[in-house]
């Protein structure tokens, strides 16, 4: 996909390139966009790596807990900030697609008997495809609507429909969440935060606008979990402010408390956010699902029928009544939830969906809810009679505890009816989402992102459950499969039937049914429960952007032939085909130069050479001096990365706190650094190695499960790692292979994440190298005893948090290496001391069964060499473990204690000798260009002269601006000798 630039930062996809796009976004916009995204987006994918760790650590049997993030937050004398006049009455909130200019109007206008909502909520989430198309049209309505000029008429005949602004509803925006991205745009290389997009560019147009006219920027804000995400959001509205001149507290938000984490942690979230939040949403369907998706490990929590959760069970009530006690006792509005009923058109259907809207409102109002919502215009007036007070913020109830039971209940019926209603609701979502929709009405009721995603999670609990059904039927692939195929038939008969189609609209319509189903089939038999449209937004591909598709089949059979006959993957298990890895290509390729190459080169010089001996780099300049003094691989430690060069800009210890992607940019860095040193000495005609030497990469312990590896993976190719190690423990509770507490993950769980690393690759077309280590000589703990081949080295015991204790050792790494061997084309057995012995048993072991199986060795830092073994022990070392079969050898911190010692050296003779101190340096690199060394010219090492090239290349000879001439290293350093 070929994007555009719109500044020297801030990128556009081909496809979402046109006039209406760029008239929004203007220069004012796009350096306030690039500012806010540098400002948040690290600490954005921070706290989404939290939110990972979290998810995993509920997967191993924890739950949900409050997190006191500022003590401050439990005190009982803070309160939000006053709430604006214009936001004090919310009795009714009608909320719908903010694409949809008719239906906006609708939204903001009174309806046939005369009702109006107080606030209008339209919407960039849950109820809109979030197409670039569709986010821009919605844009452009929530201007119109903030000047009071929105207007709709579809042809010169039609009926014309328009705001008036003296008797429209509030205007409220709900952007999209913390964890989405929108694809279609990339500042410094980087796909935005659609939240931040969202915000910022409605803001950047309409605050203005509503100001003058004496009213609040008003914003809704979904799918918040955690407190540290509500000081994000806080910071982000700080920030977004500021940028624009505008005072503190200019905007508000109500945020939706809809999901399990949030709920217990509302006081917390209120808190963080206590200068721009008015009030909280019961966001009850995205709450269930939630529910289901945050405990999917629990066997206890298998949920009932959709139909059967709603606010009269006990922990549903509880999570509302619990909103209403902190918003109140807070001075912030507690809203009620969405009644996501439709009148339909027969009289009787209409009075038994208003009954169940005034008992679902009339419900809310006794629990103490100062508004709700509906999601069409035809119930605000019977909603409205639910609420006769302009709000209730006075109500709390002092008996109801603070700590009330929030976790889903594992009871009640689970029905055929109940899986046959899920599989419908997927195929209508389906058919409307494939014409651009993000919501349908259909069988009464208004459904969405949200009830989808409730349908999806359930059908995927009760699958991998094999849960057996009231009637007697069991749950698997098979049963919903068939359910996909008979549910099909009404839609079928639908369409058929409809004597406003013509024949070719019928086919047509056929066509988006069949792919609706199959579409559904397949998200519903996934085995993981996979993000669906909640992870990203669509990228607009334009319709000029070909590319050559080749014939599936036949690159299938060649890419079978590859793996069976090429010695390169000889010894390789991969538990997908051809086919699988060939469908999730796609059909626009990408090629990955510096990978496929270093890739090539480090298999080339592992069977070539004895052994491969590499240096943990930490920055560019280092890898360029591994590579200048001869060595031919480059080792990057995560532990490096951790400790002075990740995406945090903070120290951290070897546990992967830092963001994930902090390696694959630092091997970018490296291999930037490396192709300037070759240019540089290309513009010389002095090229005298290969400066692309192969990079092994860190990958930890996947920073997750295996969707994370998969993803981690491809990141590091992108970067162009030619090979990438994984380490056999849980990710959330990583440690250095050298720190205690290390927990390791159940063999067959690791073999899924090496599986993964390796579709990967394959996926992207280049042959990675990939490196499985085992930390099982020194952990003491492993997360499950699923695996029968960890049984043996179970002591019977558990710890507090529910880990089983092992017998940590030889035999049990022997036994992880083995079953590694064939998913992985090195394996590396961390230890806790030099052993030659030990290194011996090791690969003796693996060889016997594998003969030909490469192994790595680290040969660490937190080893205390001369306390331990001899100096000719030392000198022989590598080459003894070469000789076992130890092919790559490595020390990782090389980089931070070379770093660490030459700088504290330096700086401890400066304070003794002054500038003498750094003369004798000086006069070290000075000797040192005898072998080769050539950074005393730091100007030229960074390539001032090369860029001196570029400048004459431009100006063809006639620049007068060169940088290099008449420059102090030219005069003072060309024929320095020692």
Same mark, same amino acid.
């Given at each position: 996909?070929?994007?555009?630039?719109?500044?020297?930062?801030?990128?556009?996809?081909?496809?979402?390139?046109?006039?209406?796009?760029?008239?929004?976004?203007?220069?004012?916009?796009?350096?306030?966009?690039?500012?806010?995204?540098?400002?948040?987006?690290?600490?954005?994918?921070?706290?989404?790596?939290?939110?990972?760790?979290?998810?995993?650590?509920?997967?191993?049997?924890?739950?949900?807990?409050?997190?006191?993030?500022?003590?401050?937050?439990?005190?009982?004398?803070?309160?939000?900030?006053?709430?604006?006049?214009?936001?004090?009455?919310?009795?009714?909130?009608?909320?719908?697609?903010?694409?949809?200019?008719?239906?906006?109007?609708?939204?903001?206008?009174?309806?046939?008997?005369?009702?109006?909502?107080?606030?209008?909520?339209?919407?960039?989430?849950?109820?809109?495809?979030?197409?670039?198309?569709?986010?821009?049209?919605?844009?452009?309505?929530?201007?119109?609507?903030?000047?009071?000029?929105?207007?709709?008429?579809?042809?010169?005949?039609?009926?014309?429909?328009?705001?008036?602004?003296?008797?429209?509803?509030?205007?409220?925006?709900?952007?999209?969440?913390?964890?989405?991205?929108?694809?279609?745009?990339?500042?410094?290389?980087?796909?935005?935060?659609?939240?931040?997009?969202?915000?910022?560019?409605?803001?950047?147009?309409?605050?203005?606008?509503?100001?003058?006219?004496?009213?609040?920027?008003?914003?809704?804000?979904?799918?918040?979990?955690?407190?540290?995400?509500?000081?994000?959001?806080?910071?982000?509205?700080?920030?977004?402010?500021?940028?624009?001149?505008?005072?503190?507290?200019?905007?508000?938000?109500?945020?939706?408390?809809?999901?399990?984490?949030?709920?217990?942690?509302?006081?917390?979230?209120?808190?963080?956010?206590?200068?721009?939040?008015?009030?909280?949403?019961?966001?009850?369907?995205?709450?269930?699902?939630?529910?289901?998706?945050?405990?999917?490990?629990?066997?206890?929590?298998?949920?009932?029928?959709?139909?059967?959760?709603?606010?009269?069970?006990?922990?549903?009530?509880?999570?509302?009544?619990?909103?209403?006690?902190?918003?109140?006792?807070?001075?912030?509005?507690?809203?009620?939830?969405?009644?996501?009923?439709?009148?339909?058109?027969?009289?009787?259907?209409?009075?038994?969906?208003?009954?169940?809207?005034?008992?679902?409102?009339?419900?809310?109002?006794?629990?103490?809810?100062?508004?709700?919502?509906?999601?069409?215009?035809?119930?605000?007036?019977?909603?409205?009679?639910?609420?006769?007070?302009?709000?209730?913020?006075?109500?709390?109830?002092?008996?109801?505890?603070?700590?009330?039971?929030?976790?889903?209940?594992?009871?009640?019926?689970?029905?055929?009816?109940?899986?046959?209603?899920?599989?419908?609701?997927?195929?209508?979502?389906?058919?409307?989402?494939?014409?651009?929709?993000?919501?349908?009405?259909?069988?009464?009721?208004?459904?969405?992102?949200?009830?989808?995603?409730?349908?999806?999670?359930?059908?995927?609990?009760?699958?991998?459950?094999?849960?057996?059904?009231?009637?007697?039927?069991?749950?698997?692939?098979?049963?919903?499969?068939?359910?996909?195929?008979?549910?099909?038939?009404?839609?079928?008969? =639908? %369409?058929?039937?409809?004597? $406003?189609?013509?024949?070719?609209?019928? #086919?047509? &319509?056929?066509?988006? /049914?069949?792919?609706?189903?199959?579409?559904?089939?397949?998200?519903?038999?996934?085995?993981?429960?996979?993000?669906?449209?909640?992870?990203?937004?669509?990228? =607009? %591909?334009?319709?000029?952007? $070909?590319?050559?598709?080749?014939?599936? #089949?036949? &690159?299938?059979?060649? /890419?079978?032939?590859?793996?069976?006959?090429?010695?390169?993957?000889?010894?390789?298990?991969?538990?997908?085909?051809?086919?699988?890895?060939?469908?999730?290509?796609?059909?626009?390729?990408?090629?990955?130069?510096?990978?496929?190459?270093?890739?090539?080169?480090?298999?080339? /010089?592992?069977?070539?050479?004895?052994?491969?001996?590499?240096?943990?780099?930490?920055?560019?300049?280092?890898?360029?001096?591994?590579?200048?003094?001869?060595?031919?691989?480059?080792?990057?430690?995560?532990?490096?990365?951790?400790?002075?060069?990740?995406?945090?800009?903070?120290?951290?210890?070897?546990?992967?706190?830092?963001?994930?992607?902090?390696?694959?940019?630092?091997?970018?860095?490296?291999?930037?650094?490396?192709?300037?040193?070759?240019?540089?000495?290309?513009?010389?005609?002095?090229?005298t190695r290969e400066w692309l030497a192969p990079i092994v990469a860190d990958a930890e312990a996947g920073f997750g499960g295996s969707l994370n590896a998969y993803e981690l993976m491809k990141q590091m190719i992108a970067a162009g790692a030619a090979g990438v190690h994984f380490e056999d423990q849980l990710a959330s509770e990583k440690k250095c292979g050298h720190l205690g507490g290390k927990v390791l993950v159940p063999t067959c769980e690791f073999v899924k994440k090496l599986t993964a690393a390796r579709l990967a690759a394959d996926v992207m077309d280049v042959p990675t190298l990939v490196i499985a280590r085992t930390d099982a000589q020194a952990a003491t703990l492993l997360t499950s005893d699923v695996d029968e081949r960890d049984h043996k080295f179970l002591t019977g015991e558990r710890t507090p948090e529910g880990f089983f204790r092992i017998k940590n050792g030889m035999d049990i790494a022997i036994a992880r290496g083995l079953a590694y061997a064939p998913y992985a084309d090195l394996i590396w057995c961390e230890t806790s001391t030099p052993d030659l012995d030990e290194a011996r048993l090791f690969a003796e072991s693996i060889h016997a069964q594998f003969p030909n199986k490469m192994l790595a060795y680290n040969c660490s830092p937190s080893f205390n060499w001369k306390k331990k073994l001899d100096a000719t022990t030392i000198a022989n070392f590598q080459k003894e473990l070469?000789?076992?079969?130890?092919?790559?050898?490595?020390?990782?911190?090389?980089?931070?204690?070379?770093?660490?010692?030459?700088?504290?050296?330096?700086?401890?003779?400066?304070?003794?000798?002054?500038?003498?101190?750094?003369?004798?340096?000086?006069?070290?690199?000075?000797?040192?260009?005898?072998?080769?060394?050539?950074?005393?010219?730091?100007?030229?090492?960074?390539?001032?002269?090369?860029?001196?090239?570029?400048?004459?290349?431009?100006?063809?000879?006639?620049?007068?601006?060169?940088?290099?001439?008449?420059?102090?290293?030219?005069?003072?350093?060309?024929?320095?000798?020692?």
């Amino acid at each position: 996909m070929s994007y555009h630039s719109l500044n020297e930062s801030v990128q556009i996809s081909s496809g979402a390139l046109n006039d209406r796009s760029i008239k929004l976004l203007d220069i004012g916009f796009l350096d306030l966009l690039a500012k806010l995204h540098r400002k948040m987006e690290i600490r954005r994918n921070q706290l989404l790596a939290v939110r990972r760790r979290r998810q995993e650590s509920y997967d191993q049997g924890a739950i949900p807990r409050t997190e006191i993030l500022n003590a401050n937050s439990t005190l009982p004398d803070w309160s939000v900030a006053s709430i604006p006049d214009d936001l004090k009455l919310r009795r009714v909130e009608i909320t719908g697609p903010v694409n949809d200019t008719k239906m906006v109007i609708n939204m903001l206008s009174r309806n046939s008997d005369g009702s109006r909502a107080d606030m209008a909520m339209l919407d960039f989430e849950d109820s809109i495809k979030p197409s670039w198309n569709n986010i821009i049209d919605g844009v452009y309505n929530v201007i119109g609507a903030s000047l009071g000029e929105l207007h709709y008429q579809k042809d010169d005949q039609s009926k014309v429909y328009k705001v008036d602004p003296k008797d429209m509803a509030g205007l409220m925006v709900r952007v999209r969440g913390f964890h989405l991205q929108e694809v279609n745009i990339k500042i410094d290389g980087q796909y935005v935060s659609a939240g931040l997009f969202d915000l910022a560019l409605c803001f950047y147009h309409t605050a203005e606008n509503l100001i003058k006219a004496h009213k609040t920027p008003k914003y809704y804000v979904p799918k918040i979990e955690y407190p540290m995400e509500a000081w994000w959001w806080n910071d982000l509205f700080i920030q977004l402010q500021a940028e624009l001149g505008y005072e503190i507290g200019t905007l508000r938000a109500t945020f939706l408390i809809e999901t399990l984490p949030a709920a217990f942690n509302m006081e917390e979230i209120l808190y963080e956010l206590r200068d721009h939040v008015v009030g909280m949403n019961v966001g009850r369907w995205d709450k269930i699902f939630s529910d289901i998706k945050t405990l999917k490990n629990h066997p206890s929590r298998i949920s009932p029928d959709r139909s059967e959760i709603n606010m009269k069970k006990f922990w549903m009530e509880n999570y509302a009544k619990k909103l209403v006690n902190v918003c109140h006792r807070r001075g912030a509005f507690a809203i009620g939830g969405m009644s996501a009923f439709t009148p339909g058109k027969d009289p009787e259907v209409r009075a038994l969906q208003t009954k169940k809207v005034l008992e679902d409102k009339s419900n809310e109002f006794k629990l103490g809810h100062d508004g709700c919502w509906v999601s069409h215009p035809y119930f605000i007036g019977p909603a409205m009679q639910c609420f006769p007070k302009s709000n209730q913020v006075e109500f709390i109830d002092d008996n109801f505890s603070a700590h009330p039971q929030l976790i889903m209940e594992g009871s009640g019926p689970r029905t055929l009816g109940g899986l046959k209603t899920n599989i419908q609701v997927a195929i209508a979502y389906l058919i409307g989402l494939s014409k651009g929709l993000g919501c349908v009405a259909h069988n009464n009721m208004m459904e969405d992102l949200a009830t989808l995603e409730i349908s999806r999670a359930q059908v995927w609990q009760w699958n991998h459950y094999n849960v057996t059904l009231d009637e007697g039927t069991v749950v698997n692939d098979a049963l919903i499969k068939e359910l996909f195929q008979k549910e099909q038939e009404p839609f079928l008969v =639908e %369409i058929l039937n409809n004597q $406003t189609l013509s024949d070719k609209e019928k #086919m047509s &319509e056929i066509h988006i /049914l069949n792919k609706a189903t199959l579409d559904g089939m397949i998200l519903f038999t996934s085995t993981t429960l996979e993000p669906f449209l909640t992870t990203t937004s669509p990228l =607009e %591909i334009s319709s000029t952007h $070909t590319y050559n598709r080749r014939n599936r #089949m036949d &690159e299938a059979t060649k /890419l079978e032939t590859l793996w069976e006959k090429d010695k390169r993957w000889r010894g390789i298990t991969r538990d997908y085909s051809p086919a699988e890895v060939l469908k999730l290509r796609g059909s626009y390729r990408v090629e990955h130069s510096l990978a496929r190459l270093g890739a090539e080169n480090l298999w080339r /010089l592992l069977n070539e050479e004895i052994y491969i001996n590499a240096l943990g780099a930490l920055t560019g300049n280092q890898a360029v001096q591994q590579v200048r003094a001869g060595l031919k691989a480059i080792y990057l430690s995560g532990w490096q990365v951790a400790a002075d060069a990740n995406q945090a800009g903070e120290m951290y210890p070897d546990q992967s706190l830092y963001p994930s992607d902090s390696v694959p940019n630092v091997v970018k860095k490296i291999n930037q650094a490396l192709i300037r040193a070759d240019q540089v000495e290309s513009a010389e005609g002095l090229v005298t190695r290969e400066w692309l030497a192969p990079i092994v990469a860190d990958a930890e312990a996947g920073f997750g499960g295996s969707l994370n590896a998969y993803e981690l993976m491809k990141q590091m190719i992108a970067a162009g790692a030619a090979g990438v190690h994984f380490e056999d423990q849980l990710a959330s509770e990583k440690k250095c292979g050298h720190l205690g507490g290390k927990v390791l993950v159940p063999t067959c769980e690791f073999v899924k994440k090496l599986t993964a690393a390796r579709l990967a690759a394959d996926v992207m077309d280049v042959p990675t190298l990939v490196i499985a280590r085992t930390d099982a000589q020194a952990a003491t703990l492993l997360t499950s005893d699923v695996d029968e081949r960890d049984h043996k080295f179970l002591t019977g015991e558990r710890t507090p948090e529910g880990f089983f204790r092992i017998k940590n050792g030889m035999d049990i790494a022997i036994a992880r290496g083995l079953a590694y061997a064939p998913y992985a084309d090195l394996i590396w057995c961390e230890t806790s001391t030099p052993d030659l012995d030990e290194a011996r048993l090791f690969a003796e072991s693996i060889h016997a069964q594998f003969p030909n199986k490469m192994l790595a060795y680290n040969c660490s830092p937190s080893f205390n060499w001369k306390k331990k073994l001899d100096a000719t022990t030392i000198a022989n070392f590598q080459k003894e473990l070469g000789a076992m079969g130890y092919k790559f050898q490595f020390v990782t911190l090389a980089g931070f204690h070379s770093l660490n010692f030459s700088m504290f050296t330096l700086a401890h003779n400066y304070k003794t000798h002054g500038m003498s101190a750094y003369s004798a340096l000086q006069e070290d690199e000075f000797s040192a260009e005898a072998i080769g060394y050539t950074a005393t010219k730091h100007q030229r090492e960074v390539g001032t002269g090369y860029f001196d090239l570029v400048s004459n290349t431009i100006s063809q000879g006639t620049s007068s601006t060169l940088a290099l001439k008449g420059s102090t290293e030219e005069e003072q350093f060309s024929g320095a000798t020692a």
